[in-house]
C-alpha cells in the first residue's frame, strides 16, 4: 500500500478515536451533571437572543446522549477498521505473518477502545462534568446531527413518542422541584378523576326548604358559611333552584321588608354535571356557563351531590383552607368542662376521654353521632344529646365548610350549669 494511503488510514484513525473518546465523555458527563447544572446550561443566549448549541443539548439530556450513542457507534467501527488496515499493511511491508499483524491490530483496538476512548474520558467528564458539555457539546454537535438520518431510518433508534401525558412530568422531575412535580402531574392526571371523586355528598349537603323566608335563609347562611344552598322540595332530590347569598344581599339591603318574602322569589335555575364527568371537563363547562356551583346526578338522574370550582382546584393544588381554619389540638378541654374534639374523632377515642362506652353500630365519628341524634346533616351551633354526652358544632373548615369541630359535655354536667344559674337567678 502507498505511503498516501497509510497516512489516510491514520487520519481516519485518529479522527475516529478522537471523535468516539468526546461522545463517551460527552454521555459520562450528562450521567453526572446535576439538574440544576442542566437548567443552567439549557438558559444560554447568544447576543441575539438564539439558544447556543449547549443549551440545545441541554434541553433534553436523554435524548442527547441517545444520539450520542448512535454516533459513537458510527465512530468507533471507523477507528477499529482503519486500524486493522494499518496493522496489515505494517505487516506486509515488514514481511512478517498476516496472523502478528491481526494480533497486533486486536490488541492496539482493545487498548485503546478500554482505555483511551472509554476509561479516560470517562474519569474526566465525572470529575468536571459542567466543563465537559461546555467544551465538548460544541465539538459534538455535528457528529450528533449527522446521526439523525440513521437514527430515522432505523425505528428501534427513533425517539419514542410520549405515550401518555404523564410521561411528561416523568421526563421532568429532574428538572423541577418536588413541589412543582405534584402541581404539574395534578394538572396531568385531572382528567382521570371522576366527579363523584370530588364532590360534597349528598348526605353532606347542606341544603333549604322551599317556602322559607329570607330572613331564615340568611340565617342559615350565617351558620353555615356558605355562600349558595340548594332549595329542595318534598326530598334532596326534589330540587327547585340555587339560593345565592348575594342576591338575598342585594335585595335587603335597602328594604328589610324583603326578609319576609319567600326564598322562591330569589332562585335561580341550578346546573347540573354527571357524575361521571372528568374534572377537567367540569371546569371546562363551569368556565364556559360562568357557575360556580353545580348540582351533580347519578345515572337515574337523582342527586349524588354537590360540586364547586373550589373542589375541583383543590385536586389540583391541595386543600384550601380560607383565614378562619387553623391547626388545632386533637382535643381542647373546656373550662365549664367537656372538651372541644374533632369531628372525624372515633366514638371510642370519644368513649375514652368521658370514660363512658358508646356503642353505636351506625356511625363511628363523633360527626356521624351528632349527625344521627339531630336526624339532619349538622352546622355550626346545632346541638344534640346522645349516650349521656351533649353535643354540639362548633365549627366548619376548608372550602367545603365541613363540620370541624364539636364540643361535647356530660349530660349532667349541662344540667347542673343550668341549675346553678336558675338559683342564681332566684337569689
Known amino acids: 500500500m502507498a505511503d498516501s494511503g497509510i497516512g489516510w488510514l491514520v487520519g481516519m484513525w485518529a479522527a475516529g478515536v478522537l471523535a468516539s473518546a468526546c461522545l463517551h465523555a460527552l454521555i459520562a458527563a450528562f450521567e453526572q451533571l446535576p439538574s440544576v447544572e442542566e437548567r443552567r446550561l439549557a438558559a444560554g443566549r447568544r447576543p441575539d437572543g438564539r439558544r447556543t448549541i449547549v443549551a440545545w443539548l441541554a434541553r433534553d439530556p436523554e435524548h442527547t446522549a ?33 496472523w502478528v499483524g491481526a494480533l497486533t491490530a486486536s490488541v492496539a483496538g482493545a487498548f485503546f477502545a478500554l482505555v483511551v476512548v472509554r476509561a479516560v474520558p470517562r474519569d474526566i467528564a465525572r470529575a468536571h462534568p459542567f466543563g465537559t458539555v461546555r467544551i465538548i457539546g460544541p465539538l459534538a454537535s455535528p457528529l450528533l446531527v449527522a446521526s439523525a438520518p440513521i437514527r430515522a431510518l432505523v425505528p428501534a433508534l427513533r425517539r419514542p413518542p410520549l405515550a401518555e401525558a404523564s410521561d411528561v412530568v416523568e421526563q421532568a422531575e429532574d428538572a423541577l422541584d418536588a413541589d412543582e412535580v405534584e402541581l404539574v402531574r395534578s394538572v396531568v392526571e385531572l382528567g382521570d378523576r371522576l366527579v363523584r371523586e370530588v364532590m360534597v355528598p349528598r348526605t353532606d349537603m347542606i341544603t333549604i326548604a322551599t317556602g322559607e323566608t329570607a330572613s331564615h335563609a340568611m340565617r342559615m347562611f350565617l351558620q353555615s358559611g356558605r355562600s349558595r344552598l340548594p332549595i329542595v322540595g318534598a326530598g334532596v332530590d326534589d330540587l327547585v333552584g340555587v339560593l345565592y347569598l348575594k342576591d338575598l344581599l342585594a335585595a335587603v339591603w335597602e328594604n328589610e321588608a324583603e326578609l319576609g318574602r319567600p326564598i322562591d322569589d330569589f332562585a335561580r335555575p341550578a346546573a347540573y354535571a354527571p357524575e361521571s364527568l372528568p374534572v377537567d371537563d367540569l371546569l371546562r363547562q363551569m368556565q364556559r356557563e360562568a357557575i360556580h356551583m353545580a348540582i351533580v346526578v347519578d345515572e337515574y338522574g337523582g342527586v349524588a351531590g354537590l360540586v364547586t370550582i373550589e373542589d375541583a382546584l383543590e385536586e389540583i393544588v391541595g386543600e384550601m383552607q380560607d383565614e378562619h381554619d387553623a391547626v388545632e389540638p386533637e382535643a381542647v378541654g373546656l373550662l365549664g368542662g367537656g372538651y372541644r374534639v374533632p369531628a372525624r374523632m372515633s366514638l371510642e377515642d370519644l368513649g375514652e376521654l368521658f370514660e363512658v362506652e358508646i356503642d353505636d353500630e351506625d356511625v363511628e365519628t363523633v360527626a356521624g353521632l351528632l349527625a344521627k341524634a339531630l336526624g339532619r346533616v349538622p352546622i355550626a351551633g346545632a346541638k344534640a344529646s346522645a349516650h349521656g354526652l351533649v353535643l354540639q358544632a362548633a365549627g366548619t373548615q376548608g372550602r367545603r365548610k365541613r363540620l370541624a369541630w364539636v364540643t361535647v359535655t356530660r349530660e349532667t354536667t349541662t344540667r347542673e350549669t343550668q341549675d346553678e344559674r336558675s338559683e342564681g337567678r332566684d337569689q
Open 66 to 98: 441517545n444520539s450520542a450513542s448512535v454516533a459513537y457507534a458510527m465512530t468507533e467501527p471507523i477507528a477499529l477498521v482503519s486500524l486493522a488496515f494499518i496493522a496489515w499493511a505494517l505487516a506486509d511491508r515488514l514481511g512478517v505473518a498476516w
